[in-house]
T-cell receptor
């Protein structure tokens, strides 16, 4: 299995630009999670989907952030407009449905907004 | 939202030493506690603990949960340089949400 795939791995952009991060979960996994990791705040859950439906987006910091999951094998996290304080590593994770709750993380996208 | 506190924040030991990492949590709809290892990239899953007092073991790593005192420990025996990483614990509560602690940065000196 290829594991969770994220792209791009690194993104450098200027303040005000739109940024789109992409994720392909592990095939057969029913849940998809987007996290953000910073030195100050650690690893925080932004939003998660179950069977492509957003279940909880209470961690999304503000309206500039949006996430979609158009099908079982693809999700995007968009920031528009981006700000320097959005600089962080963004992880996507997925897990199977049922009783197992361990989440499998992708390699992350390191976002730098200048 | 639950709060997860890990200690120590960082730890430096010599190869071959045994270490114990601590994780305490607040219970609100507690379901399970998970441990992850994060080297330079993504966190990788180590253990999930649901029942109190039952040790989970994988090679030199082991972990146990105390639901009465609301904490878990992760033990690593005969440490190796490859064990150097940030160790994260996370509380699974409510539906599917994991709340992560800030982690313990473990450094193993050869």
């Amino acid at each position: 299995d290829a594991g969770v795939i994220q792209s791009p791995r690194h993104e450098v952009t200027e303040m005000g630009q739109e940024v789109t991060l992409r994720c392909k979960p592990i095939s057969g996994h029913d849940y998809l999670f987007w996290y953000r990791q910073t030195m100050m705040r650690g690893l925080e859950l932004l939003i998660y989907f179950n069977n492509n439906v957003p279940i909880d987006d209470s961690g999304m910091p503000e309206d500039r952030f949006s996430a979609k999951m158009p099908n079982a094998s693809f999700s995007t996290l968009k920031i528009q407009p981006s700000e320097p304080r959005d600089s962080a590593v963004y992880f996507c994770a997925s897990r199977h449905g049922g009783g197992a709750h361990e989440q499998y993380f992708g390699p992350g996208t390191r976002l730098t907004v200048t | 939202e639950d709060k997860v506190v890990q200690s120590p924040l960082s730890l430096v030991v010599h190869e071959g030493d045994t270490v114990t990492l601590n994780c305490s949590y607040e219970v609100t709809n507690f379901r399970s506690l998970l441990w992850y290892k994060q080297e330079k990239k993504a966190p990788t899953f180590l253990f999930m603990l649901t029942s109190s007092g039952i040790e989970k073991k994988s090679g030199r790593l082991s972990s146990i949960l105390d639901k009465k005192e609301l904490f878990s420990i992760l033990n690593i025996t005969a440490t190796q340089t490859g064990d150097s990483a940030v160790y994260l614990c996370a509380d699974l509560f409510g539906n599917e949400k994991l709340t992560f602690g800030t982690g313990t940065r473990l450094t193993i000196i050869p």
